[in-house]
C-alpha cells in the first residue's frame, strides 16, 4: 500500500500522474485517481535506502543503473546538510 507523508500530496496528484513501483515483499500499490503503478519487475530497493547510502558516503553501485547514478553526482542531490557531498556515487567511467 501506498505510504504517503508529503504535505501537499493532493495537489501533486492534481498537478500530474504519480507512477509508483512495488518491491519484493511490499503489499499491491493502492489504486486511486492520480496514481499508476508502474509495470516491471519489482526491485528490493527503495528511494529512502539509495539517500541513506549517499549521505553515510556509501556507493550505490550495482543498486541504480548508471546513467542515474551519474545524474545524481552530476546534479549534486542529496547532499549532507552542509552542503557538501559525500562520496556515494563511484568514479566508473561512461563507456559507449
Do not use: H
Not at 496514481?35 to 541504480?64: C, F, H, N
Request: proline content about 4%; hydrophobic content about 40%.
Amino acid at each position: 500500500m501506498l505510504a504517503v507523508r508529503w504535505v501537499a500530496w493532493d495537489e501533486l496528484k492534481r498537478l500530474c500522474t504519480v507512477v509508483v513501483a512495488g518491491r519484493p515483499g511490499s503489499n499491491a500499490v493502492r489504486r486511486e485517481a492520480g496514481v499508476k503503478p508502474l509495470d516491471m519487475v519489482p526491485v528490493g530497493i527503495s528511494s529512502s535506502e539509495i539517500r541513506a547510502r549517499l549521505l553515510a558516503g556509501r556507493s550505490i553501485r550495482y543498486r541504480v543503473p548508471y546513467a542515474v547514478e551519474r545524474f545524481i553526482g552530476q546534479q549534486r542531490l542529496y547532499q549532507d546538510a552542509l552542503g557538501t557531498t559525500k562520496g556515494g556515487t563511484s568514479s566508473r567511467k561512461e563507456t559507449r
